[in-house]
């Protein structure tokens, strides 16, 4: 079959669409659904505590409550399409024990940053809830990848020594964030792509992101590590 390239309007019209089309944006939904929670519980709200001002707190707070509410948007669109979730089924970098103010700095100016590669992705989806809501929340993940900036930035000029800490964790979860994007060959995203639910392959999501992040590292006179080998191969390669 050619690329798709009708559009879908609502959970009426989804109804009418072949089972395939169903279940791949029913994939794309959910998995937004569980990692927007997940991410939420376990760095957004335990952030707002070691938040270090007032000032901070009130837009950790910010950042919170626009995480949960990705999560309720994600969620309505699960339901509208009976779509189910699993809140166990959620990116390894949610693993990550964070445990200080300094590496939620570090997740948020380079870990939301996957995010928004993912929502660019979906910004012109053809099921159009989704596109919607993609639309929606890009700005809010834009304003927590410049809250992470921020909270950097302030701890290089606080001092010196934070800047070694900084490029210690991004060591840790640059590769962590590098996962985000599934495998090379991928089923489902062929399929994703097929009925132009998303746009670009996940080799090429992955290479936006190294892209972004590479700038951001710039910016903040960071040391991005070296991208691992096995995706170093996929870039070349394709
Ligand atoms: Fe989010
Ligand atoms: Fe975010």
Do not use: E
């Given at each position: 079959m050619d690329k798709f390239n009708g559009k879908v309007l609502n959970a009426e019209e989804f109804k009418k669409m072949d089972l395939e089309y169903r279940d791949a944006v029913k994939k794309v939904i959910v998995s937004h659904v569980a990692n927007e929670l997940k991410g939420a519980l376990v760095f957004d709200e335990p952030a707002i505590r070691l938040a270090p001002t007032p000032r901070y707190k009130w837009l950790v707070s910010r950042n919170t409550m626009q995480e949960f509410g990705h999560h309720i948007l994600f969620l309505r669109l699960a339901k509208d399409i009976g779509a189910t979730w699993d809140e166990?089924?959620?990116?390894?970098?949610?693993?990550?024990?964070m445990k200080e103010w300094i590496e939620f700095g570090v997740i948020k100016a380079f870990g939301d940053v996957a995010e928004l590669v993912e929502l660019d992705d979906l910004?012109?989806?053809?099921?159009v809830p989704l596109a919607n809501v993609a639309k929606e929340t890009y700005p809010e993940e834009k304003f927590h990848v410049g809250l992470g900036k921020e909270i950097l930035t302030d701890l290089i000029a606080e001092d010196k020594n934070n800047k070694k800490i900084i490029n210690q964790k991004l060591g840790e979860l640059f590769p962590l964030t590098l996962?985000?994007?599934?495998?090379?060959?991928s089923k489902n995203n062929e399929l994703f792509v097929k009925w132009s639910i998303?746009?670009?392959s996940n080799t090429d999501m992955r290479r936006d992101y190294i892209n972004r992040v590479v700038e951001i590292a710039e910016s903040l006179n960071l040391d991005l590590p070296p991208v691992p080998k096995e995706y170093r191969e996929e870039l070349e390669s394709m």
């Open positions: 166990k089924k959620t990116l390894t970098l949610f693993d990550y024990p910004i012109d989806s053809s099921y996962q985000f994007f599934g495998h090379a060959k998303k746009k670009r």
